[in-house]
Each structure stands twice: as structure tokens, then as C-alpha cells.
């Protein structure tokens, strides 16, 4: 198995029986669309492979009914099961009145109710009544992929998108990719890396994109394009993109014309401005609502939505990028076009693997916010680390911001149940790729599962996700299956230890996300090193962020503030995050804070031996080529945690200069540092 057919393998599962009368036949009381045939057609090979019997279409009492219900909201979906009355099968014809209704208010709903019914068999669980619809309007992947074919933080290959090829050429992997969304109940994705290239906008690029526009709507997936904010300027030749210009409004109302007339649902546009050297409207001495407005303005006419995204940070050495966005967009709350949605990561600096949540949750009550994780694992071990983010993402959304009081989490914020928001997003930077696998590490595939699973509904638990995931994915025999979905659990804590214990950020290598590089100290900007995060003197460690410090903990609620305010009370997850502790400081485990930093790291190691020891054990119960090939980079995780250890441990130990009290390093400081120089070398 080369776990190209992801979480969908729909082979024939041992229980068949059990489900074989449902699949004798299909019926359906909707009219026809696109969207609908790819549900009976998704419904039929699932039924096939997963039971052996080939349903056949029937005009009416079919054992699969599609029935309409326009009391079911748009997109969900409800399953009735009758399991009352007696039945015999005899091939594929079906005595009785044993049958399955599937009732939607729309097509995508029927589609949605198939693949939840297809879950259910493939994982071999009871047939059971169920209602379900997605509590945020847009489930949406955001593609880093440019123009040439790479992407920018991909770590499966490159893109999918065969760009020389298009349109000509469309491969049917695009379809592949299209129904592994749908299945998981993804509808919006953008193509294009939010570095984006303004050839995106030509009439070259957007028949290409068109092409890829048409094979993902019978999927119910919308399709989005990042833009240039100096689009007008590069290929309007025009002198300005000033915002406010009436030549440059003129401009976008032109353009976005002209993509809707090649793809007449388009999504909207997603934009990077004046961060991180991308163009912007404060150039101009505009602000971020000046320049979503007038986007939002052309898109209109047509239904279409402008996602601007709140990452940014100017280079400032006394500042601390914690606040900026906060600073940029906090007081335009309320100034946004109904149409424009503002969207925050998870975490305040960049996607660390473990940040509090982002301050702009609860501070924008006038503003639809869109969520943004990544699931491409840029700063949580690329493609050799096992890295399950389902465990992040929910303490991302299970975070209390204390908006409308107690109980205010990020989800809330972002289904807009607090703000009676019309436009609700979560958005997830994709994982995927030109690799056979799609995602490098087979592991990560859990990540693109779970990411469409929780923007369905943020109430499910990592547990469960993972459980379903590996049920469907590597086994089903049930120890073999714990034992996977255990690996799985446990693994972001794992990863956190060994990297970034104890709320350490930011101390990756400048060119190797993946490892370490705490001594970084000059780039071409000062919050690109590591120095700028950790903080690290003779005295101790951390970064002071209440009162005394940057003070941005005042940006929360004060309830949120409160509870790590005082590095006693701290979770030792975000102490230095928020505090400057000292070496010798005694923490709640009873250790000091060296003891305890040498403690997580080698605690780090440990567990990823464990992981290891649990992964060989499911030897002979997964596919034996998929067992080698996450046997073979769980040994490069393993070697990468010494690196990691070591490389900190010591470096650190310059400024403790303590003993180290757990574990041994097997280099000096000088060699790691080489090796990490080497490793950066073009
Ligand atoms: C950072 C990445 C950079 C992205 C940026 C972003 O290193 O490549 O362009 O995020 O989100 O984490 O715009």
C-alpha cells in the first residue's frame, strides 16, 4: 500500500454481511446536479468495495433513499436507518424493507451524508441515526503553491498543480484530491501561496485555474485566489495601487469581472499585505480596512468574499511582534465591509508547536475572524516528525477568550454564534503534495483528516478523530488500532519536549525549521533570530510579557491574563512564554527551572524511543510498506530529538552554567554548531 488512496480505501471490509442489504439500491427524490451525481457515483464504488454488491439505481424505494428535507440547514445532512424489518438478500436484490434514507435540503448535504455513511462502514461501526451539519460556513485549504511548481513550506513534493500542463492537460489526481476534501467535508480552497505572484490574475493563469475550478465544483468545493496587493501596478501598469485611487479601484473592478467570467462561482480573494515585504495599503498611508474594502467592493457584484489576513509584523527591536497585530487591526474592528472576513492564526508569533491563542480572538466583536492553522508541519518536524495537530488545533479552540464572558472560546468566536457573524471560516494552510502518499509522512495524512473534521465540527475530540482515522487508514484490528491512535496522542507533546519545552519559541535554525538553532543572533531582521524570543542572560530564561515586560498580556481579557500573570501559577506549558524565570528558580514540580528544562529534553528523547517501540510492535498488523517506511522516519525523528537536546542543552548551559542533570550530550556545543551551519549551506 503506497497510501495514495488516503483515509478512502473502501476495501471490503470483514462484516459485509451486515451491510450488504443496504447497498442492494439507490433512490433519490432530488433533480439531478453535478454535486449529486458525484454522490450516488462516490456512493456506489464506496458500497461496492466496502460490501462486494454493486447497488443498482432504482426510480423510487430505493435501499439508499436521497430525500429531500428543507428543514435540514444548507450542507448538513440527517441519516435514518430502519433496521425493523426482516430481510433476506439474494445477489443483489432485496426482499423486505430494510433501507437507509439519507435527507439534505441541498445536494452537498446528500454528499456529505454519503461519505459520513461510507465512514461509518469502512470503521465497521453500527449503523445509527445521526444529524449533523458544519458549524463554519467555509472549510477551507490554503495552497502556498507558486507559479514554478514549488511551494513554499511544503515538505510532500511539489505542487499538485501542473501548471505547464494546464489547461490542456487535466490530471485525474485532481480529482482524487477534490473527493478526499469532500469527504471530509472541506469546501473552499485556495490555490496559490499568499506570496502571491500577480501572474496569477493574467488571462494565462486563470484559465489554468479555471480548469482546476471545474473539476473541484461537482465536489462542492469553491475555489479562492491569493492576490498581490501591487497587482494594478505589475500588470495594469498603472502608478499607484493606492486603495483609494479611483484608477486602481476601476482596476480590480475590471479584474474581478473578468475572473468571474471564467469561473462563475468563484470564492473571493485571500490577501498578504505589508507583511513580511509584501506589498500593502499602508504604503500608501492606507490601512488594512482601506484595502479590503476596495477588494470587497469589486468582488460584490458577484457574491464574492476578500479573506485578509492579520499576519503581520514590522521590524521593530524594542517592540515585541506578540502585539503588532493586535496594534494594526484592533482598532479597525467594526470598519470592515460586510463581505471582507479578517483572518488570525492560531498563535500570535507563527505557528509554533505551542502557542497561546492569538489576542485578536475575543478583541474584534465587530469583525468576522476567520481561524488559519498550518497543517503543512513547517515548524513541527517537516516530514520526518510524527506531529498530530488535531491535539493543537483544539487547544487553539477550546481556549476561553472570556469575549461575551465565561465560556467564550475561539470556537465560538469563529462559528460566530457570539457575534451572529454571516461569515464564519477555518482555514488551514495544506499539507499536501506531488508525493504518491500526498502528505511525505503517511502519519501526517491524519493531519489533513482531522483539520476537515474539526472545521465540520469543533466539538469532536482528538480521540475520536484519531481513532476514526486509523480505523480507516491502517487498521482495524482493535489493540493494533490503539496502539496507533495512541502513538498519535501522544506525539505533539512529545515533539514539544524535545524542541520547545516549557514554553521556549521561536529558537529554530533561520534556514532549518525543523532544528535547532538557539544561538541564532543576527538576521535581516531582529525578530527573525532566536535571541529576540528566549531571552536568555545569566540570570534565567524567558520572555517577560506582563507589566514589567512587553506588557501584552494586557492585550487579553483580564481573566486570560490572570492566568499567566503570575509565574507561579503558570502553566509550566506557557511559562516562558510570559515569564523571565530564573535558572535556579524552584517550579511547581519541585525541580529548578534547569533542572527541569534538562528534564523535558531528555523526558523528549525517551518518548520518541517509546514511539518507536510502539510502532515496531504494529509490525505485521499495518501494511508492510507503509510500517517500513514510518519505521524508517521515525529513526530520522529520533535523530533529529539528539540534535535538538544536545544543541539547547548546551548552548543554554553558556548561560545557566549548571551541570546538565538529565542526559547526556554526544557532541560538543562547537560541533553541533558546525553541524548546523553545514546543514544551512545551499
Ligand atoms: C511563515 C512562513 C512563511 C509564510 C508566512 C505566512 O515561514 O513562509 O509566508 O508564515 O504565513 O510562518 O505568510
Redesign the pocket.
Known sequence: DDGYRLWLKFDKVASASRYAPYAASISSEFSSTPILETARKELTHGLKGLTGVAPANLPKNGSIQFVLDAKIPAEGFEIQVDQKAKISVEGASIVGRKYIRIKASTDRGILYGVFELLRTIQQEKPLADISSSPKVKFRMLNH?DNVMGTI??GYAGQSLWKWYELPETVDPRYTDYARANASIGINAVSVNN??ASARFMTPEYLTKVKALADVFRPYGIKLFLSVNFASPKILGRLKTSDPLDPEVRAWWQAKAKEVYRHIPDFGGFIV?AN??GEPGPQEFGRTHADGANMLAEAVQPFNGIVIWRA?VYAPNPKGDRFKEAYTDFKPLDGTFAKNVIVQVKNGPI??QPREPFHPLFGAMPKTPLALEFQITQ?YTGFSTNIFYQSILFKECLDSDTYQNGKGSTVAKVIDGSLGNDQITMMAGVANTGSDRNWTGHLMSQANWYAFGRLAWNQTLSSEQIADEWVKQTLTRDSTAAKTAADILMKSRDTYVKFTTPLGLHHVMGQGIHWGPEPWLERSQRPDWTSIYYHRADTLGLGFDRKATGSNALSLYHPEVAKQWNDPAKTDLNYLLWFHHVGWKEKLSTGQTLWDEFCFRYNTGLKEVEALQRDWDSLQGKVDPEIFADVKGRLAAQQRESVLWRDANLLYFQTYSKMPISYGTPTRTLAEIKEIVRIYQLK
Open positions: 502556498w513554499e513550506r499568499v506570496n498578504k507583511s513580511e499576519f507563527d505557528f513547517e
